[in-house]
């Protein structure tokens, strides 16, 4: 199972390309947070597991099943260093991989090129539904760009999968059904100065012919041969359960979420390196918020992070060259140690 999933890490980094790491490299934020985020998720783990509870409620308590695959990242390096042994960390990551393997309906690493959390019921409903209209494709897709964007913004590159997940290719007759969920848009806790974003969920379905072949990684990338608008036979907006394709609503949307995005990005080109560094971990410790919350505690970090923040200088960012899969592969693996530097 662990190799499975490193390979199907590895075909994501592959998929992602070169990825700007603004505004700054994880790799500078691990050290002021991941080791004591990561001891203190193994004591809610292993807690939870003695108590009864199963692998698949513990998967649940992550925004997205994708975002717990992506925050693994995290976790396991952290495990390492805070001195978690391997046999623990082992049992960390089956169980919550085999938890998901309980919630999705497909693969849960993608190798089949799927990332499908539907069941064919499901499916079948949300193609058969009201709602859908021709000729609106590009206004749907660049409201999903939008809100992509929006996404970034407030939780920095890489994981943006706590607030979006993209999912299929589903079989829907002679069709293809391709489903982008955005929720918890409104993360007040996380950014109180930014105004409220117009809507709180949105999906955006699209129903394509078979003349080009759809493939979803683990990550969220979705690959396909031909641009996407071509194979569009139709598509959905749904708006905080609201069907508002055809009108101009999707446009009004996505107008609203691009001025969203530019004020976040003056905020945050506004702020020091270390008010980045804090707004960073914070994304992270929100992501994981449920494992919190489920014990009755508070999501943020502990007063030891702040400190690390305030006091411990700021590694510089690692060169391209620092980056190359097999090291990293390692660095991901459970049951092998840090490499030596």
Known sequence: MIDDFL????????????????????????????????ADLMRRYTSARENGVCDGELAKLYPSTSSAKSLMLDLVPGMKVAGIPAA???????????G?????????????????????DEVQRLAGGPGWVTGSARAAFELSGAAQALVWS???YGWTDISF????????????????????????????????????ELRVLSLHDTTDTFRIDIFNHLLHERPLR?????????VDGHDVAGGERPLSLRK???????????????????????????????????????????????????????????????????????VLRDIFDPRAELPAN
């Not at 075909?11 to 947070?33: D, K, L, R, S, Y």
């Not at 623990?88 to 085999?98: A, H, K, N, P, Y």
């Not at 071509?230 to 749904?238: D, Q």
């Open 7 to 38: 390979d199907a890490v590895g075909v994501a980094f592959a998929n992602a390309g070169q990825i700007v790491p603004w505004p700054m490299h994880v790799a500078q934020i691990g050290p002021f947070f991941g080791d004591l985020e990561a």
């Open 88 to 98: 623990g960390r082992v049992t960390f990551v089956t169980g919550i991989l085999s």
């Open 100 to 120: 998901l393997a309980e919630i999705e309906t497909g693969d849960v690493f993608c190798r089949d090129g799927g990332h499908r959390l539907l069941g064919a």
């Open 154 to 156: 407030m939780h920095f």
């Open 165 to 200: 997940v993209i999912h299929g290719p589903y079989q829907a007759g002679d069709q293809v059904l391709i489903v982008r969920d955005f929720f918890d848009l409104r993360p007040g806790e996380l950014w109180p100065q930014l105004p409220a974003p117009p809507c709180r």
């Open 230 to 238: 071509e194979s569009t036979r139709a598509v959905r907006v749904i």
């Open 256 to 326: 609203d979420l691009v001025g969203l995005v530019r004020r976040q990005k003056t905020a945050i080109d506004g702020l020091s390196e270390r008010e980045v560094l804090t707004k960073f971990v914070e994304s992270r410790y929100y992501a994981l918020r449920g494992w919190r919350t489920r014990d009755g505690d508070a999501w943020r970090p502990p007063p030891e992070v702040y400190e690390r923040i305030a006091q411990e200088p700021i590694p510089p960012a690692p060169a391209d060259d620092n980056d190359e899969w097999p």
